[in-house]
Structure formats: structure tokens, C-alpha cells
């Protein structure tokens, strides 16, 4: 309880930072409008050439982006910015204020900094999703709607720890800003179903880059695709991956010599 009034406090101080600058907040909004825009006319114009793409219908393919805007929004808001002001605080030595402080480094870290403008794109991204059901014709039912809480809640906690283990490496290495950019750009291709591309690249989207478990297996969820075996690979990649990182946290810690040092 106390963390959750914590992480309370860190967004009523993402709110007041978007507050000061109203225009620059509008403007996000309009990003992403943008952004959804431009996904769903790329899927306009493939299944304008096609039936089906991967076996996926149209309407599948809407919720699977639904998912990806949704999860791209927790990054975005809670994820990303947390690890991006973690670096910058390991490269100053300004984490001497993080760790003096009488609650865990690592959960102070990963809600360091929420930027709130980007819960836009999980309301949009719940409303595609909503809108995809509705053309499927299908009513969320609860062994579906337990199914995609669990693998949105597994995907969420791969990423985050695969966020914290990249970040983590900043202890070794002062600037390591150029890996995140890289996994930005790998998780463009959460577009798109991870079984429609080659074998190796599937291989390296869910082995070395888990973007598949981060949105092709929630969408696979939701729209009754999912397997009990892929359930639970993404359950024990997710306690796994947190412990990893967990344990890669602390040696790095270990490492830091800051301003006080």
C-alpha cells in the first residue's frame, strides 16, 4: 500500500509537469491519433490486396493493433521514461538520492518519472480493441478476459524487465541510450502478427527481443487464439526475466560509485 501511494504521488507530479505545458500535451494527443491513423490505414491497404494475412482476418489484425497502441502506451507512460531518467541519474551520479532514500532502489527507479500524456494511447488502444470485438462479432467472455489480463500482465512484466536489464547496463557502460533505440525500433514490428515473418526473425521477436509475448500473445488472447502452452511459456518468462533482472539489478548496484563516492 505504501508503494501504491507512492506511485500516486509520482503521476499527480506527471500531471502537474503536463499542466505547465498545456500545448505541448495537445500536441502528443495529436501524435498519436496520428500514429493509430497510420496503422490502421496499413492494414486498410493490405487487405485491400488480400483476404487474410497470416491466416489473421481484418478485424483480428485491428484488435492486435489495439494491443500494440495499448502497450506501447504503458511504455511509453510508466516504463521508458523511468529508464531513461535512471541512466541519466547513473551517468551524473545523482542516484545517490534514489538509494539513500528509505524505500527499494529498484521500484523508486522503475516509478521514477510517469509521463501521463501517453495513457492517451491506452485509451486509445482499449477503444480499437473494443471496436475490433464488435466487428467480430464476439462478446468478451470471462475465460477470454482472464486470459488477456494475464498475458497483458505477463507481456507488461517481460518488457519491463527486459527495459531494466538494458538499463541496468549503464553501470558498465556510460552511454547505452543506442540499445533502447534499438528495441523502439524492433517493437515497430509488433504491427504485424510475429508469425507472418521468417523463421529467424520470429526467433529473434520472441527469444532475444520479446515483442511477440508483449502483443501477439495478448491479441491472440482476446480473440480465442491462444494456446494453454503459450500461456504458460509467457508465465514463466515473465517470473523468470523479473528475477533476471532482479538479480542483474543488485550486481549493478554493487558497481555504482556516485557523487558521494
Same mark, same amino acid.
Given at each position: 500500500?505504501?508503494?501504491? $501511494?507512492?506511485?500516486? #504521488?509520482?503521476?499527480?507530479?506527471?500531471?502537474?509537469?503536463?499542466?505547465?505545458? $498545456?500545448?505541448?500535451?495537445?500536441?502528443?494527443?495529436?501524435?498519436?491519433?496520428?500514429?493509430?491513423?497510420?496503422?490502421?490505414?496499413?492494414?486498410?491497404?493490405?487487405?485491400?490486396?488480400?483476404?487474410?494475412?497470416?491466416?489473421?482476418?481484418?478485424?483480428?489484425?485491428?484488435?492486435?493493433?489495439?494491443?500494440?497502441?495499448?502497450?506501447?502506451?504503458?511504455?511509453?507512460?510508466?516504463?521508458?521514461?523511468?529508464?531513461?531518467?535512471?541512466?541519466?541519474?547513473?551517468?551524473?551520479?545523482?542516484?545517490?538520492? !534514489?538509494? !539513500?532514500?528509505?524505500?527499494?532502489?529498484?521500484?523508486? #527507479?522503475?516509478?521514477?518519472?510517469?509521463?501521463?500524456?501517453?495513457?492517451?494511447?491506452?485509451?486509445?488502444?482499449? !477503444?480499437?480493441?473494443?471496436?475490433?470485438?464488435?466487428?467480430?462479432?464476439?462478446?468478451?467472455?470471462?475465460?477470454?478476459?482472464?486470459?488477456?489480463?494475464?498475458?497483458?500482465?505477463?507481456?507488461?512484466?517481460?518488457?519491463?524487465?527486459?527495459?531494466?536489464?538494458?538499463? !541496468?547496463?549503464?553501470?558498465?557502460?556510460?552511454?547505452?541510450?543506442?540499445?533502447?533505440?534499438?528495441?523502439?525500433?524492433?517493437?515497430?514490428?509488433?504491427?504485424?502478427?510475429?508469425?507472418?515473418?521468417?523463421?529467424?526473425?520470429?526467433?529473434?521477436?520472441?527469444?532475444? #527481443?520479446?515483442?511477440?509475448?508483449? #502483443?501477439?500473445?495478448?491479441?491472440?488472447?482476446?480473440?480465442?487464439?491462444?494456446?494453454?502452452?503459450?500461456?504458460?511459456?509467457?508465465?514463466?518468462?515473465?517470473?523468470?526475466?523479473?528475477?533476471?533482472?532482479?538479480?542483474?539489478?543488485?550486481?549493478?548496484?554493487?558497481?555504482?560509485?556516485?557523487?558521494?563516492?
Amino acid at each position: 500500500m505504501n508503494y501504491l $501511494r507512492l506511485f500516486w #504521488v509520482f503521476v499527480r507530479l506527471g500531471v502537474l509537469n503536463e499542466l505547465a505545458y $498545456r500545448a505541448n500535451f495537445y500536441i502528443q494527443c495529436l501524435q498519436s491519433l496520428m500514429s493509430l491513423g497510420i496503422g490502421l490505414a496499413g492494414i486498410a491497404v493490405v487487405f485491400a490486396h488480400t483476404p487474410a494475412l497470416g491466416g489473421w482476418q481484418p478485424a483480428e489484425l485491428v484488435a492486435l493493433l489495439g494491443v500494440y497502441q495499448l502497450m506501447g502506451g504503458l511504455i511509453g507512460a510508466l516504463i521508458q521514461p523511468s529508464m531513461e531518467r535512471f541512466m541519466e541519474d547513473v551517468r551524473r551520479g545523482t542516484l545517490d538520492f !534514489t538509494l !539513500t532514500k528509505p524505500a527499494d532502489a529498484q521500484v523508486l #527507479v522503475s516509478m521514477g518519472e510517469v509521463r501521463v500524456w501517453k495513457l492517451v494511447d491506452v485509451g486509445l488502444g482499449l !477503444t480499437v480493441l473494443a471496436a475490433a470485438l464488435l466487428q467480430l462479432g464476439m462478446a468478451l467472455g470471462a475465460s477470454q478476459a482472464l486470459g488477456f489480463g494475464l498475458t497483458l500482465l505477463a507481456g507488461a512484466a517481460i518488457v519491463y524487465s527486459f527495459w531494466l536489464i538494458l538499463a !541496468t547496463l549503464s553501470f558498465w557502460f556510460v552511454r547505452v541510450e543506442n540499445i533502447l533505440i534499438i528495441f523502439q525500433g524492433v517493437y515497430e514490428a509488433g504491427r504485424w502478427p510475429v508469425g507472418m515473418y521468417p523463421r529467424w526473425l520470429q526467433v529473434g521477436l520472441t527469444a532475444l #527481443v520479446p515483442v511477440a509475448f508483449a #502483443v501477439t500473445v495478448p491479441a491472440e488472447a482476446v480473440v480465442g487464439r491462444l494456446s494453454r502452452e503459450m500461456l504458460g511459456l509467457a508465465f514463466g518468462l515473465a517470473l523468470g526475466l523479473l528475477g533476471g533482472s532482479r538479480w542483474f539489478w543488485r550486481c549493478g548496484v554493487k558497481r555504482y560509485s556516485g557523487a558521494s563516492a
